[in-house]
């Protein structure tokens, strides 16, 4: 018997050879996975299997919409509205340490902590990615969609043409893959803004930022910050710069899930 991996769909010509010399000449016919609904195949590849990258955000019905906006690891939105900001009974004050759900009356963190002295039992758990039921993707649109961690949003810098433009008059990116066969295949990530206690702040409109107005993006990973277990990675964009940060954990970002069968 053998193993054989690495093909791409389609048929392939395979010769085996015995350790006696003799041949084999045959064919096998790898099937292309379906693209999910709404996802978008950039070429992103973990161990052979696709990982792909939807055409919104979760929460919006189009890839120009903002979506909601998630403190990290809480699947539950905190605001009835955004304009005007009006925040469910019990969330008041919005998306604030004294609200968020990992942190005692203390301060000190319930779970995902990687500090025993930050951590409320006194140990540190380990926890570094979001499971799934606290994942905000994953339980809210199921199957196999999740938040994508600081690895597939790297993947992204390293792979992608990142190109500022605007789409039905809303500032974003298109972020387009170089992948061979895949390139041209692109998502629209818009301006989001976050929200900070009880402010939405440039919610794709403009930030002050280093001396002039930018508009901003931030959208988050599954990843604890590894130096600081109080932060998560995110993707953030200032119109012209886009880098990884590292924000608080009770602050409102959104997520660009992505789907996979890892």
Known sequence: ????????????????????????????????????????DLGYRINDRAVYWSTKNVGAKYDVEIGDYFAWGDPDVYYMSIRPLSFKT????????????????????????????MSSSGKADG?????????????????????????????LFTH?????????????????????????????LPSTGYIANDEVVADGTIEYFNGEYK?????????????DPTKRSVLVFFMGDIETRYYSRSIGCVIRPVSSRL
């Open 1 to 40: 018997s053998c193993t054989v991996k690495g093909l791409k769909p389609g048929t392939s010509t395979l010769t085996a050879t015995t350790n006696n010399g003799k041949t084999a000449t045959f064919k096998i016919t790898v099937l292309q996975e379906p693209v999910p609904t709404d996802a978008v």
């Open 90 to 117: 019990g969330k008041e004050g919005g998306y604030s340490d004294k609200n968020y759900k990992y942190y005692d009356k203390d301060g000190k963190i319930t779970k995902y902590c990687n500090k025993a002295s």
């Open 127 to 155: 926890n570094l990615i979001l499971e799934k039921n606290d994942d905000p993707a994953a339980k809210i649109l199921g199957g196999r969609w999740r938040s994508p961690s600081l690895a597939d949003q790297a993947w």
């Open 160 to 188: 992608c043409t990142w190109k500022e433009t605007t789409r039905n008059s809303i500032p974003g990116y298109i972020v387009t893959s170089t992948v061979e066969g895949f390139e041209g295949n692109s998502i629209f």
């Open 215 to 227: 508009k901003i993006g931030t959208y988050q990973t599954s990843s604890l910050d590894l130096t």
